[in-house]
Structures are given as structure tokens and as C-alpha cells.
């Protein structure tokens, strides 16, 4: 009977399972709909306990919560057959009833919350997480975001960045990479090649770092597995907003001055490098720049 069970379900792929139980689906109650969805016609109790490799006294019992649920309904009677919402109609319900119940929940949980001052500093991991939380805050900004990052990781956001320039928001940008057009996002935002010429030239340049409004701040790593801060601490905001602020003058600095600063100290600030840099670091920046 095992192996039995083991071939019909082989075939329903596990990641559909696991995304639905995350929903609040059962395991059954996934299977079935999935099931249902896939023969593409309604089916009977008796068609779905054997394709969809569920017991069959359980399988009423999972009709009857997806029917409850919205997910499946009754087309006919003698015997009853069974039809599947479709995905978009059903997730979209199931999304609005979240979201609606999350706001309700925030006003409830934070007027029951003693005021605090937060100023601990939080950790993500996962690149979901650490990409979900960056989208947070761009999308939650209200005056302001400054934002370091290389532009393979920017190229992510920028959905979220042209809606906040398309809100008048006002933005700052130091971009890893070739071109700061791409990274624009209205008028009222200023993007600039690092140092004139976007090249990566340690660890910390393969961080993304984004501030919004003064008040909090993203710290994240992307290399390896995605590992991220952020914080409403107040002295540590103002130590990232520092960091890029200071490469915006550097920016303007090169772009005015950058011949004379090459003269004086090499290309890519190489004798500033080189000169407080770790063994390590020394060779990874010859390794990028042969000089």
C-alpha cells in the first residue's frame, strides 16, 4: 500500500505542497486542489483519493475545508463532483483576507505595546528576507533614501526605486558599476559612479547599504549566503548615512578633480590603499586593477 501511495503522489511537485502549507492548507488538502487543478475538469471524492494519493476518509474532510475555504466548490450531485477555484481568483482572496487581517492586527499589537525607543540592531539572513526587507524600506519611505550598492544588486529594486521617484521622493545613489543613467530614478534623485569608475575595490563594496528618512537602515552582504542588519539606532544610521554621504563628495571631487587626484596618488586612490590596507586586500586590489 506504501509504495502504491508513494507512486501516485510522486508526481505532485513538493515545492506546490510546501508553498500551500504555508498558506494554512493541510498536506491533503494541497494535494487535492493541486490534483484538481491538473486533470482540469471536476472530479469525485473516490477520483481525487486515488490520483491525488489521499486517503479516502480523509479526503472528505479536505473537500469540506477547501469548499469552506473557497478553494474548491460542488458542480454536481449523485455522485458529487468537485471543481478547483482558479489559482489567481483563489490567492488573490486569500492575500486581501491576509492583508486586512495583518493591519488589523498591527493597530491591535502596537496600541497593546508599552512605547519603546527600538534601538537594538536585528539580523536577517536568506535573500528573500534580506531582499523583502530593502523593499520594505523603499517602499515605506516617506522623504528620503540614500543608498550604496553594487549594481547587480540595485538592478533588483528598481521597480520599487521608480515608483518612489514617480512619489517625488528624494534619493541619493553611489552605484557599483558603469552607469548611473540606468540608476535615476526622477529628477529628484542623484546617482554617481563610485570614485568615477564603479570598480569594486574590497569586501565593503560588495555591501548594499540604504538609509531612509534619517531614522533606519540596511547593511547587507550578498556574496555567499544573503546576511543583513538593519536598525532604527540612531548613532549607527547616522554612521551609514555618513558612509555615503562622504562618497558623494568623493564623487563630485572626481569629477572635477580626478586627473589631478590620479597624478598625486595613483589610480584608484592607489597609494591611499595600499598603504592601510591588509596584505589580502593589497593583493585583491592589484588583482583588479594590474597595478
Given amino acids: 500500500m506504501a509504495s502504491k501511495l508513494a507512486l501516485s503522489t510522486g508526481t505532485i511537485p513538493d515545492g506546490l505542497v510546501s508553498g500551500l502549507r504555508s498558506l494554512g492548507f493541510t498536506d491533503y488538502e494541497a494535494r487535492i486542489y493541486i490534483e484538481l487543478l491538473r486533470q482540469g475538469e471536476p472530479g469525485t471524492a473516490y477520483e481525487l483519493s486515488k490520483h491525488a494519493g489521499v486517503p479516502r476518509p480523509n479526503t472528505y474532510n479536505a473537500l469540506e475545508c477547501l469548499a469552506q475555504r473557497g478553494a474548491v466548490m460542488a458542480v454536481s450531485e449523485n455522485p458529487t463532483r468537485f471543481a478547483a477555484a482558479q489559482p489567481k481568483d483563489l490567492l488573490g482572496t486569500i492575500a486581501r483576507q491576509t492583508s486586512t487581517i495583518c493591519d488589523d492586527l498591527s493597530v491591535q499589537l502596537s496600541n497593546l505595546a508599552a512605547p519603546i525607543d527600538d534601538q537594538l540592531v536585528w539580523s536577517l539572513a536568506g535573500d528573500r528576507a534580506v531582499h523583502d526587507k530593502i523593499e520594505f524600506i523603499i517602499e515605506n519611505a516617506r522623504e528620503m533614501l540614500m543608498i550604496k550598492a553594487p549594481d547587480d544588486v540595485l ?32 529628477p529628484r534623485c542623484r546617482t554617481f559612479i563610485h570614485e568615477g569608475n564603479g570598480v569594486r575595490m574590497g569586501s565593503t563594496d560588495n555591501l548594499f547599504t540604504i538609509a531612509a528618512d534619517h531614522e533606519e537602515m540596511v547593511t547587507a552582504r550578498f556574496s555567499g549566503d544573503a546576511q543583513a542588519v538593519h536598525t532604527r539606532n540612531k548613532p549607527i544610521v547616522n554612521l551609514a548615512e555618513s558612509l555615503i554621504r562622504h562618497d558623494f563628495y568623493m564623487a563630485e571631487i572626481f569629477m572635477r578633480f580626478g586627473p589631478q587626484i590620479d597624478a598625486e596618488f595613483g589610480p584608484y586612490l592607489r597609494d591611499l590603499r595600499l598603504a592601510c590596507f591588509t596584505p589580502d586586500q593589497a593583493q585583491s586590489f592589484r588583482s583588479k586593477t594590474g597595478l
Fill in 155 to 186: 538592478a533588483r529594486h528598481v521597480d520599487s526605486l521608480t515608483v518612489a521617484g514617480e512619489r517625488g521622493l528624494e534619493m541619493l545613489i553611489i552605484v557599483f558599476g558603469p552607469d548611473a543613467e540606468r540608476f535615476t530614478f526622477g
